[in-house]
C-alpha cells in the first residue's frame, strides 16, 4: 500500500497487516479466515493493481514472499 511496503516487499521481507486488515483485499469477508486456515497462496498487487508476487498468507496477518517480481537485492 506504500512505497515502503513496495521496498519491503521488492527486497523479499514480510509485511505485516495485524493494524492494516483493510489493504488485504479479498473476494470474499470469510476469505481471510479461509486462506488462513489452508496456508493459502494470495496474489500481491502495487499500487496501481499490477501483480508484484505471490505470497502465503499466515494466521497472524503476515504475509510472506514466495514468488517476488521485480526483486531487489
Given amino acids: 500500500n506504500s512505497e515502503e ?3 519491503s516487499w521488492r527486497s523479499g521481507r514480510k509485511i505485516h497487516f495485524q493494524n492494516n486488515i483493510q489493504n ?7 476469505k481471510i ?10 496474489l500481491v498487487f502495487d499500487q496501481k493493481n ?5 505470497a502465503e498468507l499466515d494466521e497472524v496477518l503476515i504475509i510472506k514472499p514466495k514468488v517476488v517480481f521485480n526483486a531487489i537485492g
Fill in 50 to 54: 499490477n501483480i508484484i508476487g505471490i
Fill in 24 to 30: 488485504l483485499k479479498l473476494e470474499r469477508k470469510n
Fill in 33 to 42: 479466515e479461509e486462506a488462513m486456515a489452508l496456508n493459502k497462496n494470495i
Fill in 5 to 7: 511496503e513496495l521496498i
